[in-house]
């Protein structure tokens, strides 16, 4: 009996070690990716090459030295960059742009376009940790990044003038950081939000990435590594909840969504927009996947952020 007590340990502690194991493999694997080996201007140059036609709009920019450069150091000490322009005639309407997974700023130059010479928007762009030219160990996947994101909407008036009405916009990861966002205290002149294929909460994509890569159930990695997670970095994979948060913002918010999406499943805007008090929009785009509604509708894209935007924004 003692033998089958010992061996039934032994496999215990063994098994045990192996789901710890895997759990900090998943979230090396998922928070700390190789960054981006492009340096600022070359990663310019791979955001032109995608969409061409906001080349000579970058170009009188950087000639006149009007894409500028901003820091801020967190309450953890990282150091956060941000790109900013102002409109070309004065307005108070700005835009603050997030990025996406594994992207930075300088990958988001096409969204800024878009507000900056097409919607006459000053345009601010943070960096969110471990990407671009912010510092930061890990990806935060939005969670503590909204932290971060609302240290910027508060310097924002340094910036752009006291009297200012914005309109915060994320894609992806950037979708979820925007809608964690919207459920925070914030300041009166975040007029409205646009999600653009943000995830229900970091446990629904984790998940599901994990039974497209990896072929295996939550149980046991997932929530290994979310209790890892909490371990490391102080927060895990269900707190971290974009469907909580929206439940808790009042002010607009548009959600868009490809139809074809499968990275971000379709499925997810859905309880988002339920979950969403009025006032709210939704599109979703046609033959469509992840994160290329843009790209593939500009000018529709353009218009209906547009109109929406103009509604809320004084």
């Known amino acids: 009996m003692k033998k ?6 032994g496999i ?8 710890i194991g895997g759990g900090l493999y998943l979230i090396d694997y998922a928070l700390r990716p190789d960054r981006p080996k492009l340096d600022v201007q ?7 090459k995608d969409y061409p036609y906001i080349t000579s709009w970058i170009d009188s920019l950087q000639t006149h030295k009007a894409l500028k450069d901003t820091f801020i150091t967190a309450s953890d000490g990282t150091s956060l960059h941000a ?25 988001m130059l096409h969204i800024g376009y878009m507000y900056n010479r097409s919607l006459d928007c000053n345009i601010l762009m943070p960096d969110l940790r471990h990407a671009g030219q912010s510092e930061g160990e890990a990806i935060q996947m939005g969670w503590l990044d909204r932290m971060d994101v609302m240290q910027w909407i508060g310097l924002a008036p340094s910036i752009f003038g006291d ?3 914005m309109v915060v916009h994320g894609i992806s990861m950037g979708g979820a950081t925007t809608m964690m966002v919207s459920g925070e205290r914030l300041p009166a002149y975040v007029s409205c939000f646009v999600d653009d294929c943000g995830y229900t909460s970091v446990w629904d994509e984790f998940k599901k990435e994990l039974q497209t890569q990896f072929h295996l159930p939550p149980f046991p990695l997932l ?7 909490n371990l490391k970095y102080g927060w895990d994979f269900r707190e971290a909840s974009a469907l909580e948060q929206v439940a808790k913002c009042k002010r607009p918010m548009l959600f868009i969504h490809g139809k074809e999406d499968d990275y971000v499943p379709t499925w997810m805007v859905y309880p988002l927009y339920e979950a969403k008090p009025s006032p709210k929009e939704l599109w979703i785009v046609p033959d469509t ?3 290329v509604a843009y790209k ?16 809320w924004i004084e």
């Open 163 to 165: 009297s200012l009405r």
């Open 223 to 229: 929530h290994a590594a979310s209790w890892l997670c």
């Open 289 to 291: 996947e992840h994160a």
């Open 4 to 9: 089958i007590l010992l061996a039934g340990a």
């Open 42 to 48: 070359e990663a310019i140059a791979e955001t032109c």
């Open 83 to 107: 790109f900013y322009a102002y409109a070309a005639r004065p307005t108070r309407k700005t835009a603050l742009v997030i990025h996406g997974y594994g992207n930075r700023a300088a990958d």
């Open 296 to 311: 593939n509708f500009p000018e529709e894209y353009t218009r209906r952020v547009k109109e929406f935007t103009d509604r």
């Open 12 to 19: 215990l502690l063994a098994l045990t070690a192996m789901t």
